[in-house]
């Protein structure tokens, strides 16, 4: 029998030695026991932690994708403004290199939009203005050209509003001057406006129970009126009154808890987009 310590030896008393008080002979006449063999070692069950390389590899090459776009879509539209006269062809053929590179054309959505609001050396309107062009020629194009599909375009368009209350810190007329592009795109039917209105709506508070962000700062009120107005501009008073029941969402909530039903009410009329809270 093999004892499970580390280590251990044959069962059974160690054999005896001759002792101080035991003649040697008669130590001797006893038959010394032979030596136990070592007991074979006990394999080792590792339990160690998977290493950082295969744990983590997709987190860290996401960012490192992302972090690539990023780089790429703000030069291209650096470039756009600053050394190819706001060439579309240009911009166009510089974001589809990133198609074809397989980055995410979702984010390159978000990134073209922040990165044109961030241009410095033009007003508010020249940053804007140039990329309903860009968009629609994506669009025209779809990703069988190296252009976008709509589910794409929507989707960077959503995460990019859905930011709209970080970008509203700096640039407060931001959603003033964006509105009227993606209104077009909602008529045009690339755009859902429950999704690009109804979105801001789902950002977390910064508080418990508070307001949505862009609620919270008054702009999302702004949001919504100033997409409503380019939509009547564009489908006239009976069809977007249609578009907005048909939508499922509520006006009241893009106001800040703190406005009052008659202050809404006031600001709706004024704006006559009084469809937006009933009769």
Known sequence: ???LRPGGRAGGPPARTASPSMPASSAGSRRAEPAAAPAAERPV???DAPSASKTAPAAAEA???DDRTKISVDSSVSEFFHVHGQSVPVLLASLGELRARGDNMSLVVKLVLKAALEIRGKTLQERVAPFQAVFQATLEAGP???GLSAQEFEAGTVAFVRDLHHVVEDIPLAPKSLAPMFGMFVVAGNLSLASVLGCVLEVEPVEEGGDAPLVDAEAASKWM???MTKIVELKGLEAA???WANSGLDATKFFASFVTPEEQRTVVDTATLTFLLGP
């Open 144 to 146: 069988e050209e190296n």
């Open 225 to 227: 009126l100033e997409l």
């Open 1 to 3: 029998e093999v004892s």
């Open 241 to 243: 009154t249609e578009l």
């Open 45 to 47: 069950l590792r339990l």
């Open 63 to 65: 960012t490192i994708s």
